[in-house]
């Protein structure tokens, strides 16, 4: 029983593995090498946490043809991306370029970043500011209650207690 179950394993395992290959007729292992690269730059679309060569979604596995076929056709990397950014805008690409659109992409997380280094540095400085008030003012009454006027004491000192 154990021993089936183990096949039974394996076998689901391997048919898995078998679905997430997508098999192309490369000429040579340059182009192979070529094609693995130009997808590892394009986003999937559907993931977009992923890029092309990894993603297991239906569109992705449309893009990976349809990359392969222009690829065929003796098309650059260049144009073949320049075609899916007019197709499905630069979001496609992985490492998309600085430019006036982009802007927010590549400089949004540092100054994001640098509003939060502000804000906690004002904080710090506010609290540290209160702090040293609180023992300014805890100075200032230890040291009128250490003046010696007893005039100023509400407990009358020939009181017995």
């Known amino acids: 029983m154990k021993r089936a179950l183990l096949v039974f394993i394996l076998l689901i395992a391997g048919l898995h593995a078998a679905f997430a290959i997508d098999p192309l ?4 292992r340059a182009e192979e090498v070529r ?5 590892r730059q394009l986003r999937c ?3 977009q946490n992923q890029d092309l060569a990894d993603s297991e979604a239906d569109l992705a596995k449309d893009l990976r043809r349809q990359v392969f076929q222009m690829m065929q056709a003796g098309k650059t990397d260049d144009e073949i991306k320049q075609y899916l950014v007019s197709r499905y805008n630069i979001f496609v690409l992985y490492d998309p370029p600085l430019q006036a659109g982009t802007w927010l992409l ?3 997380p540092f100054a994001f970043l640098a509003l939060g280094a502000f804000i906690v540095v004002r904080i710090l400085r506010k609290r540290q500011d209160q702090w040293g008030q609180t023992r300014l003012i805890n100075a200032n009454e230890t040291a009128n209650h250490n003046s010696g ?3 100023s004491d509400p407990i009358d000192p020939e009181e017995d207690w």
């Open 106 to 108: 590549w400089f949004g």
């Open 45 to 47: 679309l559907v993931c």
């Open 35 to 39: 094609f693995q690269n130009l997808t």
């Open 149 to 151: 006027s007893i005039e």
């Open 25 to 28: 007729p490369f000429t040579d």
